[in-house]
């Protein structure tokens, strides 16, 4: 099955500051990459995610870059404001679109 | 519907009880996921259905731990003889069930067990 690692699991940044998270999969089926936002006791939702024919994304301040030859795939978050402060998770869903999540991330944008 | 909506939002119950989740998808969506979410950790894979193939059962944690759908309609997450290590966040989710389409989560219900 798809085993999913996420660096950092806690990321403290300064309001303004960029933020980088790293995940790496290792199913190399995996065609499709996305982004899930988390806020305190909310639902997850997507927030980006980016296809293989694809080296990056970009929507307003955020951004995922793929490296698939290295398995990896990158969330980006420049600006950062206390509204970014949430878990963030990878779920690269392998072959069988079955979405395996990955441990998350806990952003944390001090004002 | 709108969206996925879950029922019950909050339960407390006894040790040793059973407990039925349930949770109806956005109308259409063919796959549907289960999740369990302890406080403050990740989102721990159940069970995944996708149209009338077998379910994926791999992430069910022990037999006490059981899902159904009907068709692509409603799922029912029940959990028998229920252990305090049971309380977490119970996630629903579904997708149109084609690889690399967006899923969308419910509220969760909240399980609590005393």
């Known amino acids: 099955g798809e085993n999913v690692e996420q660096h950092p699991s806690t990321l403290s940044v300064q309001e303004g500051d960029s933020a980088v998270i790293k995940c790496t999969y290792s199913?190399?089926?995996?065609?499709?990459f996305p982004w899930y936002k988390q806020e305190l006791g909310k639902r997850p939702q997507l927030i980006i995610d980016?296809?293989?024919?694809?080296g990056e994304k970009k929507d307003q301040r955020i951004a995922v870059t793929l490296n698939k030859t290295a398995k990896h795939f990158s969330l980006h978050i420049t600006e950062t404001q206390p509204e970014d402060s949430a878990v963030y998770f990878c779920?690269?869903?392998?072959?069988?679109?079955?979405?395996?999540f990955g441990t998350g991330t806990l952003l944390a944008v001090q004002p | 519907g709108a969206g996925v909506s879950q029922s019950p939002s909050n339960k407390v119950t006894e040790k040793g009880k059973d407990v039925e989740l349930r949770c109806d998808p956005i109308s259409g969506h063919t796959a549907l996921y289960w999740y369990r979410q302890r406080l403050g950790q990740g989102l721990e894979f159940l069970i995944y259905f996708q149209g009338n193939s077998a379910p994926d059962k791999s992430g069910l944690p022990s037999d006490r731990f059981s899902a159904e759908r009907t068709g692509e309609s409603v799922s029912t997450l029940t959990i028998q003889r229920t252990q305090q290590e049971d309380s977490a966040v119970y996630l629903c989710?579904?997708?149109?069930?084609?690889?690399?389409?967006?899923?969308?989560f419910g509220e969760g219900s909240w399980l609590t067990v005393v």
């Open positions: 779920a690269p869903p392998g072959a069988t679109n079955k979405l395996i």
């Open positions: 199913d190399s089926a995996s065609n499709y």
């Open positions: 980016i296809r293989s024919n694809v």
């Open positions: 989710a579904s997708s149109s069930g084609y690889p690399g389409n967006t899923i969308y």
